[in-house]
């Protein structure tokens, strides 16, 4: 078999125009041994005596240790004689090579993530591969690509042997491709059946960059601007077409299209989406510059269109950041050893409020929907850790602070609003976050990278003073942003922290679940620490199975909510509230518990509420038009 790949790569190289001296890959996914595919490597030219080969450990946009390294086999290194080059292994990810001046060739077999078995972290799969032998290839370039220690910035070229009727959706452009030659069917592969696609890329950074899907043609073309817009879906049951994706999502690309100025900075983009029919625990997409890949349950477009617009809105949004404004740690991403930026409330935060923003200004939510998405992520940014100054989080959301990170999403969003609404109140509505975004983009471009350090400054002396002061506090502080002074700017009300006292059951949603026992469902006790005065007072706690309240049994599921209510309003009129319910005993299994305490009044949270103020003033009316409308 590697007389055969070694053959088709010299083969390609004689048609080819190449740099003076690229890695040349081929990836063969017209057979699949184990679960697995073949990769060989014939490197550039290397000077060393001794050079280490890696895999990421971590790509850009993830903020989690993938070691994609594990995902390869049987990893040999020969020399133009075809004699094995001494190789060993130094850790899940790199390999030195001895002898490396006479080397010829690498090859490998790669492993998927979506099914693997190897231990070590969960790769988040948008960020994963897939194999699966005559339906579906995921290829994370970072989970089939390495490369040479100090050699990142040299071209790759990458082939891909395909069958014939498979289609590889991706951003980047395929260059010429010569036909398979007829001296190939006596190794083994047929010219009728299989074809090559090959992709040229700068360096390493863009090749990982490249996200690619290889099925059958599921496809459609949407103009957007100079650009071509592809959608490409994989469908295992033929639930969801491009189509439908397409015609789903052209309007919110057509709106982003307005909001950006009517240029993009690229002109082919790629949405690549993968649907399971498997049982999933997370799903969700990952950017690139020129495309971004979803991991999704399969579902009918009628359940899940507005998902998927909200999760375009933001991934397409990213080819202003980090495309064309990115610091030094992302235009120089170490993929074995990474240093983190400090601006994740711009890279992830203000494409978040981008997302949402586009969607109102542009008609495609109202402004009361709108004001809902801020409501909610007010409410979910509120069990995050507030006083975690941003630019911390981002620096360490790699490890200290991973169960932060996805807060970005959240506080991130909001400090792009807070910002925008800012900028609007000091320009007197002339001037937001979309000029300034359009600003940093002409100042820097996908070729120039900022310094960590300077970027508030540089944004402070482009707009206002009191910028670096909203910085400063709010963004490198430990300062709560105070959003109803923020919001009453635009004529908003924000109503929040007001208590009120009542009688309560003891359950709230963050501390009950559903467990099953013994083949029947229950109501389950779970974050004992968090309940409120009449949970505490009751005695409930971790892992506790509901079986009674005052006496009565606790019905199906579907009756629950009518249940308690009923015992809700009875409190003010019983002397006494009781469970009964299953708790582990000493021996492993459960005993049946009664718990009780009188009914009181406690203090509770109104939840937080956001609305237009009726009596807004022109000022707040005007700078409310300029955040929440499109310019005409």
């Keep these: 078999m590697n007389k055969l790949k070694f053959l088709i790569i010299g083969m390609l190289v004689s048609t080819a125009v190449f740099a003076v001296d690229p890695y ?3 990836v063969d996914l017209t057979k699949v041994v184990d679960d697995k595919v073949y990769v060989e490597l014939k490197p550039p030219k290397i000077k060393k005596k001794e050079i280490t080969f890696y895999l990421p450990k971590i790509v850009p946009g993830t903020y989690a240790i993938a070691d994609y390294g594990r995902m390869v086999s049987d990893l040999k290194a020969v020399d133009k004689k075809g004699r094995e080059i001494k190789v060993e292994r130094l850790d899940e990810n790199s390999w030195k090579i001895f002898n490396a001046k006479k080397l010829s060739k690498i090859s490998y077999w790669v492993e998927d993530t979506y099914d693997t078995q190897q231990p070590g972290p969960g790769i988040f799969q948008p960020a994963g591969t897939n194999i699966e032998e005559g339906k579906n290839f995921v290829v994370n370039t970072s989970g089939f690509f390495g490369y040479f220690e100090g050699m990142k910035k040299q071209e790759f070229q ?6 014939k009727d498979f289609y590889g959706a991706t951003g980047l452009k395929p260059l010429d491709n010569p036909p398979l030659v007829s001296s190939l069917s006596k190794e083994g592969v047929n010219a009728n059946e299989a074809a090559i696609d ?43 077409t491009a189509k439908e994706i397409a015609t789903s999502i052209e309007e919110v690309l057509e709106a982003q299209k307005k909001y950006l100025g009517g240029r993009l900075p690229v002109d082919k983009y790629a949405f690549i989406f993968y649907f399971t029919d498997q049982p999933v625990t997370s799903y969700g997409a990952l950017e690139h510059s020129y495309s971004s890949l979803y991991y999704m349950p399969e579902r009918t477009i009628g359940q899940m269109k507005q998902q998927l617009r909200d999760f375009a809105a933001h991934e397409f949004f990213h080819i202003v950041t980090p495309l064309n404004i990115h610091s030094q740690e992302i235009e120089n991403f170490d993929f074995n050893d990474p240093k983190m930026s400090q601006h994740l409330w711009l890279y992830e935060g203000m494409t978040e409020y981008f997302a949402g923003n586009v969607q109102v200004k542009h ?8 004001l809902n998405i801020i409501r909610q992520k007010m409410l979910t940014a509120s069990q995050f850790q507030d006083n975690l100054p941003f630019t ?33 109140k000091l320009s007197n509505g002339e ?11 002409e100042k820097y471009g996908k070729n120039s990278a900022f310094k960590d350090d300077e970027l508030f400054d540089t944004i402070t002396e482009m707009t ?28 908003v009300k924000l109503t929040d922290g007001q208590t009120y006292m009542t009688y309560d059951i003891g359950l709230e949603n963050g501390n009950v679940n559903v467990a099953n026992h013994e083949g029947k469902q229950y109501l389950v006790i779970q974050n004992d620490d968090r309940l409120n005065a009449m949970g505490k007072a009751l005695g409930l706690k971790n892992g506790d199975l509901l079986q009674k309240i005052n006496g009565e049994d606790i019905p199906s599921l579907d009756q629950i909510v009518a249940f308690i209510q009923k015992h809700v309003q009875k409190l003010p009129e019983i002397e006494t509230l009781s469970y009964t319910v299953l708790r582990d ?25 956001i609305s237009f103020d009726p009596n807004a003033t022109e000022e707040q009316l005007k700078l409310r038009k300029s955040w929440l409308e499109a310019s005409k």
Excluded at 158 to 163: E, N, P, S
Excluded at 220 to 226: G, L, T
Excluded at 467 to 490: D, H, Q
Excluded at 592 to 597: A, D, P, R
């Design 158 to 163: 990458i082939d891909f042997l395909r069958d």
């Design 392 to 424: 911390e989080l981002s620096k360490g959301a790699l490890n200290t602070h991973a169960d932060q990170y996805y807060n970005v999403y959240m506080k991130g969003a909001l400090i792009g609003m807070a910002l925008d609404i800012k900028l609007k």
């Design 363 to 370: 008609g495609l939510i109202t402004q009361e929907q709108y």
């Design 198 to 240: 090959r992709f040229s890329v700068d360096d390493y950074d863009r090749l990982i960059d490249s996200p690619l899907m290889y099925s059958k043609p599921d496809t459609a073309i949407v103009r957007v601007a100079d650009a071509d817009v592809l959608i490409a879906s994989y469908s295992p049951n033929s639930m969801i």
């Design 431 to 441: 001037y937001g976050t979309q000029a300034l975004m359009a600003e940093l983009s």
């Design 24 to 26: 040349e890959y081929l």
């Design 464 to 491: 206002y003073s009191e910028i670096g002061e909203f910085f400063s506090r709010y963004v490198a502080g430990e300062e709560s942003i105070p959003y109803a002074e923020f919001l009453k700017e635009v004529g």
């Design 585 to 609: 005993n000493s021996s492993g299994g459960k005993k049946s518990v009664k718990l009780s305490t009188k009914p009181v009044q406690i203090e509770k949270v109104l939840p937080t509420t």
